[in-house]
Structure formats: structure tokens, C-alpha cells
């Protein structure tokens, strides 16, 4: 017999038909109004579940005694209790690398839009103001030659350094848990302690997991340590900060700006502050949205699904017991 996979985001058809080719697959729209409804009827005779942007709490869990494998189509796993998962023995895995690069460009997006005002001043093109030539109200600052501070020198903060370096004449600070001596000695970064990090960047980029350890790591103390020049870049998670410190920061002048892909609350509610502000560039959550790395996401998932169910050890397994 099969085994029975839950899918709860589109796939292109030739993974879809390579998923079918060896599994028993039910499609799941979780945009559906019935959609909880369609994936709680089919957890009882799952074995594997595959998506993305789903909280798999115990609730649901309990609801699916058969499960094996849960393939995330994201290499953020914050969404899972894995501890939870790994006493279940149903493995966890997630799709790391295929996406780093174009979250790195994301990352500069925001920092090039944020430093040179590229949406407000494009906005203001559009909305008909653009009567005479520009002068210092409508400047921004420059990126090429300041200071980037990585918090998070993974393999995302890598991608980054490798830009801000290589490509902006940046020089490269970093704060992780470990140093990391690769990245000093290619593209020059230093290691800081946070609250020095902080105090020296111009642009300060988010970059970590959202863990115990990162859940509100940058609040009202963080924020007050920033040049009231810097600005803050978040592609990491919308807990990492505080939203509400943020937003005050923002209001009174505390800090420039900030480029944010992430936010506490997903889809970012329109009546949310942030949006009243024009030092704000708010996108929605496109990390890793382009056709070609989120179709290399999917593959990399079906990859984790179908070795985790064949009994193998799936390349990126994020609990292996
Ligand atoms: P990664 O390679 O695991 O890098 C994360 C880095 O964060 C690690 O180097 C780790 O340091 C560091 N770190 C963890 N906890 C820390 C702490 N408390 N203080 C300082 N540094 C800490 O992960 P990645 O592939 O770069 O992805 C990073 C995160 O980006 C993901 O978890 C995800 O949440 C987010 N992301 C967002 C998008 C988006 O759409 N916006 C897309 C992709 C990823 P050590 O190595 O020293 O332990």
C-alpha cells in the first residue's frame, strides 16, 4: 500500500506528478474556506505532511497518529515544536541553501530601498509631485563604503557579507554565537558583542532563527543603543524585534528607518503604524519568493518527504533521532 502525503501548498505539476508517482496525495488550499476542515479529515491516515506557513501544533499532531515525515518548504523551522516532533518520532525537515542567495538580495533590496528611499520617492513620482529638481528633503544616504552589521552570521548572513564586501565597499561586522573565521577571512567581517554591533552599524540586518534565544532580541535597550542614523533591516522573523519599541524608535526620529519583510503579525494588519510611516519600507514576506527558488524549496521538500518515508535519513533533517 502507498503511503498517504497531505500537501497544504500549490506545487508545480512535475512535482506534483513525482509525488504522485510514489505516494497517495491530498491537496489541501489552506486559503479555503474549508481548509483546516479538509486537513484535519485527512491527518488521521497521513504519513507525511509537506507545505509551509502552517503552525503544527500539538493539536493538530494529535489528530495524525500515522505521521512519519513533515517536509517544510522553508528552512525556518519556527513553526514546529520540534521537541514535540521528535518525541513523536516524526521527523523534521526543511530546505536550507536553495534559498540563501535570493534572501540575501532581499536583504540588500531593503537596504537600498531604505537608505535611498526608493518606494516613498517613487511613490511621490507617481502621486504627481515631481514638479522640480530634488533638494536635501528629498536625499537619502549612501550604502556603498558604511558599516553592516550582521546579527546572525549563518549561511544567509554569509550570503549577505559576500554582497555588502564584495559589492558595496561595506566594511562587515557580524554578532552569532560562534565566530565564524570563514567569513573574517573572506569578505574581512569582524565579530562584535550585539550592544557594540548596534552602536557602530549604519544598517543593522537581521538574520538569525526565531528561537527562545531570538524571540524579541532586538527591543526599546536595542533600539536605543542604534545611530540615530542607522537603519534596521529585518528578513529574519517579525518576533526577532519588538514591533511596538520599533514603531516608537521610528516615530520619534530614534532611527532612520527600517526595511522589514517580517512581521509579528502575518499577513501585516493594514491598519498597522508601521504603514503610517514613510521611513518604512514594508514588503510581504518575499524572502525567498521568486519562481525559481521557491520551485527549488518545493523539489528539496518532495526530496526530504520521499527520503524520510523510504526509511532513509533525508539530507536536511532538522531532528534526527
Ligand atoms: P542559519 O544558517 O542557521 O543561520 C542562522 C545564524 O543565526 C547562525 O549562524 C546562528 O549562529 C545565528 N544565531 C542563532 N541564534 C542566535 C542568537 N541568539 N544570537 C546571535 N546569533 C544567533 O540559517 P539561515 O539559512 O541563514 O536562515 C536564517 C533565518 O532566516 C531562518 O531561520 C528564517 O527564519 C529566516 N529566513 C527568512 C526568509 C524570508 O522570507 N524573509 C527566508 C529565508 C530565511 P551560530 O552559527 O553561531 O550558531
Redesign the pocket.
Known amino acids: 500500500m502507498n503511503k498517504r502525503v497531505v500537501v497544504y501548498k500549490t506545487l508545480s505539476q512535475p512535482l506534483l506528478e513525482r509525488l504522485q508517482q510514489q505516494v497517495d496525495v491530498t491537496q489541501v488550499d489552506l486559503n479555503a474556506s474549508d481548509g483546516l476542515a479538509r486537513l484535519r479529515d485527512a491527518l488521521p491516515d497521513a504519513h507525511g505532511l509537506l507545505g509551509a506557513s502552517l503552525p503544527l501544533g500539538s493539536a493538530l499532531l494529535d489528530l495524525a497518529p500515522n505521521l512519519q515525515v513533515v517536509s517544510s518548504i ?5 513553526n514546529y515544536d520540534v521537541a514535540d516532533l521528535t518525541r513523536r518520532r516524526v521527523m523534521l525537515t526543511h530546505t ?2 536553495v ?2 542567495e ?2 540575501a538580495d ?2 540588500f533590496a531593503l537596504i537600498l530601498a531604505s537608505a535611498r528611499r526608493v518606494v516613498e520617492l517613487a511613490n511621490w513620482v507617481r502621486d504627481g509631485h515631481w514638479h522640480k529638481s530634488l533638494g536635501p528633503a528629498h536625499f537619502g544616504t549612501d550604502v556603498q563604503g558604511k558599516t553592516l552589521g550582521i ?9 549577505l557579507a559576500r554582497r555588502a564586501a564584495a559589492g558595496f565597499g561595506m566594511r562587515v561586522l557580524y ?6 573565521p570563514d567569513a573574517e577571512a573572506r569578505h574581512g567581517a569582524r565579530f562584535r558583542s ?1 550592544e557594540a554591533l548596534l552602536g557602530e552599524a549604519d544598517f543593522v540586518c ?6 527562545a ?2 524571540e524579541g ?1 532586538i527591543g526599546a535597550r536595542e533600539l536605543a543603543l542604534m545611530k540615530p542614523e542607522a537603519i534596521l533591516v ?4 517579525g518576533r ?1 524585534v519588538d514591533e511596538a519599541a520599533l514603531i516608537e524608535a521610528l516615530r520619534s526620529g530614534r532611527l532612520r528607518g527600517a526595511g522589514l ?2 512581521f509579528e503579525q502575518e499577513p501585516l494588519p493594514a491598519d498597522s503604524p508601521l504603514l503610517q510611516l514613510a521611513n518604512v519600507v514594508a514588503t510581504p ?5 521568486t519562481h525559481e527558488t521557491r520551485e527549488a524549496m518545493a523539489r528539496c521538500a518532495v526530496e526530504n518527504l520521499l527520503e524520510g518515508l523510504a526509511g532513509e535519513r533525508p539530507r536536511h533533517w532538522v531532528n534526527p533521532f
Do not use: C
Not at 175 to 180: A, F, G, L, P, T
Not at 285 to 289: D, F, Q
Open positions: 522553508s528552512v525556518g523551522v519556527d536550507p541553501d534559498l540563501t535570493t534572501t532581499t536583504g546579527i546572525g552570521m549563518g549561511r544567509i548572513g554569509d550570503a554578532h552569532s554565537n560562534q565566530r565564524k550585539l537581521l538574520t538569525v532563527p526565531l528561537s534565544s531570538t532580541l529585518n528578513i529574519a522573523r526577532v519583510d517580517v514576506h518575499i524572502g525567498s519568493a
